[in-house]
């Protein structure tokens, strides 16, 4: 839950459960709309009087600014060599002409030229166009930066000064009464909190403060930015059957507060957020929400990858990955039982029956969980005519999510040889490359020569080996696939994190090309990895 303290900013954002690899954008924007500026912005005229019969003495007048106090001075002279940025020549024929020479030195000086239009309207009349003298100074935004707290002389012959030049309102609910401001934004993770509880008592542990500074427009930070290059995840599925928490979640929160160059404001306190280890397309909405089951709710939810219909041999290992969401874990109300649901069907779709497994209680998940499926035992041991598979998560026996599909083929005629990856939204999916196998093996010798000695015999070294550098690399092929595994198997070559299941060994994919037409229904595809350990020790 989050909490406002006070109405400085309108707050958009960010996504509760984003992808890690995605921008999560948090945007700030003041709760005064703009269109407000226009009533109460400085609009004030000076005019010139007289030129003829005034002296030097009497042109001369003074702006003090309520922001800095500086004050700003301005004279006329008769002494053309004598004019500057704040000096005037007083044109004894045209007053026209003198205003003109003082709007140069108006612009001359920083504070009128940055902060204010400064114009001459034209006078019409009867007669036709004249020029004016008349300044119209207008500010160009709101708020005690651009308010004048005094002009002398008051009651000057020379000029005379009308409108509103001391009172300015700022409409921006951030900026307030200062001409800019900062906006920072502290961040904590590790609250050890699950989706859908709400505690601010736990703040957990300080990680950095961002800042960007505010100047009237809406303003954003992207709080993906720091969890871009975590990829944080577990490998404790590969230690069987069952439910292990999947680690690839961060949990964090920030305090937005605001800062003026003097005081420091609070006046928000997010929700915890949650970024998860994947990516998606850079343009596409980094929203989770319809992966999360919320124990509260009893959504129906999308299991956790964008695997399309896989087929399954016997041996091989599938997952199922979910998102769990509890705002009252201990609550009586919604105590209930999560687990697995397979439904059987024939090859021709004629239902078979159901299954349950890896149920227990709800407090016993973690808030992504991955469950290793136990088809084998649980699915073809008991149906011999099994041909299709559904794989649902359920709760007290009913599914509750969309199935992941499999179907069956028989292991006499395929190999397995399956591997298992982190997928684009944060969970574990697995493939079997069951084609050909390849393996590259290479080794290098660096030697050393030694000089020949009268104790040499037949075995003696005189060229020797110093270092042998070894270098594998293996291949492996799918068997025929359709189109759209080919398309989700780019994930595999994206991952950053592939294990070869026959071996529980982490390894790199150097290279997987996704390459296929619309005139072929099917494609195999060629996968060249090696491990991260050398044969012989040696890292090159």
């Known amino acids: 839950m989050e909490y406002t303290i006070n109405e400085t900013a309108k707050i958009e954002g960010p996504e509760i459960v984003s992808l890690a690899g995605n921008p999560n954008f948090v945007v700030f924007e003041s709760v005064i709309g703009k269109d407000t500026s226009l009533n109460n912005?400085?609009?004030?005229?000076?005019?010139?009087?007289?030129?003829?019969?005034?002296?030097?003495s009497e042109t001369g007048f003074e702006f003090i600014d309520t922001l800095s106090g500086t004050l700003h001075r301005f004279t006329g002279t008769d002494d053309k060599s004598k004019v500057s940025n704040t000096t005037f020549h007083i044109n004894r024929e045209s007053a026209a002409i003198t205003t003109e020479n003082i709007r140069k030195c108006l612009f001359s000086d920083s504070f009128f030229k940055g902060n204010f239009h400064i114009s001459i309207p034209l006078i019409v009349n009867e007669t036709g166009i004249e020029n004016g003298t008349t300044i119209n100074i207008v500010s160009k935004g709101s708020g005690r930066a651009y308010t004048l707290k005094s002009f002398k002389p008051e009651n000057s012959k020379f000029i005379s000064i009308n409108g509103n030049y001391t009172q300015s309102y700022h409409p921006d609910s951030i900026l307030r009464d200062d001409e800019n401001c900062e906006i920072q934004l502290d961040i904590y993770k590790d609250i050890d909190i699950l989706p859908g509880i709400k505690d601010h008592s736990k703040m957990g542990t300080y990680a950095t403060t961002l800042s960007k500074s505010y100047f009237g427009e809406p303003l954003w930070f992207d709080m993906n930015t720091m969890w871009l290059n975590a990829n944080l995840y577990s490998d404790k599925f590969l230690e069987g059957k069952g439910w292990y928490d999947t680690g690839t979640m961060t949990d964090y929160r920030f305090v937005a507060k605001r800062f003026n160059g003097v005081d420091t404001e609070t006046f928000y306190y997010s929700g915890v957020l949650f970024a998860i280890t994947g990516y998606d397309r850079n343009l596409e909405n980094n929203n989770l929400s319809e992966y999360v089951y919320d124990v509260s709710q009893n959504n129906e939810i999308k299991p956790l990858t964008r695997q399309p219909v896989l087929t399954h041999i016997r041996g091989q290992k599938q997952y199922f990955n979910f998102i769990l969401s509890d705002s009252g874990p201990e609550s009586n109300d919604t105590q209930c039982r999560l687990g697995i649901l397979y439904k059987i069907y024939t090859q021709a779709g004629s239902y078979l029956g159901c299954e349950i497994s890896d149920v227990q209680n709800k407090d016993k998940y973690n808030a992504i969980n991955t469950a290793c499926l136990d088809i084998d035992n649980v699915v073809s041991d008991k149906y011999a005519k099994a041909g299709i598979i559904r794989v649902h998560f359920c709760r007290d026996g009913k599914a509750v999510s969309k199935p992941i599909t499999f179907r069956m083929l028989p292991d006499c005629l395929y190999n397995v040889n399956d591997f298992a990856f982190l997928n684009?939204?944060?969970?574990?999916?697995?493939?079997?490359?069951?084609?050909?196998?390849?393996?590259?093996?290479?080794?290098?010798?660096?030697?050393?020569?030694?000089?020949?000695?009268?104790?040499?015999?037949?075995?003696?070294?005189?060229?020797?080996?110093?270092t042998k550098d070894v270098t594998e690399q293996f291949s492996a092929q799918t068997s025929p696939i359709t189109r759209e595994v080919a398309e989700w198997l780019k994930e595999i070559s994206s991952s950053a994190a592939v294990y070869e299941l026959s071996t529980k060994r982490y390894v790199i994919v150097d290279e997987l090309n996704v390459k296929h037409n619309s005139k072929d229904d099917l494609f195999t595809l060629q996968m060249k990895y090696h491990y991260s350990d050398s044969y012989n020790a040696r890292i090159k």
């Not at 912005?41 to 030097?56: A, G, M, S, T």
């Not at 684009?424 to 020569?449: A, C, P, R, V, Y």
């Open 41 to 56: 912005k400085i609009d004030f005229n000076l005019q010139v009087l007289r030129v003829k019969d005034i002296e030097e």
């Open 424 to 466: 684009s939204l944060g969970g574990w999916s697995s493939f079997n490359f069951g084609g050909m196998e390849q393996t590259d093996f290479k080794s290098e010798t660096t030697t050393i020569h030694r000089t020949q000695t009268p104790d040499y015999t037949i075995s003696s070294r005189i060229e020797s080996v110093f």
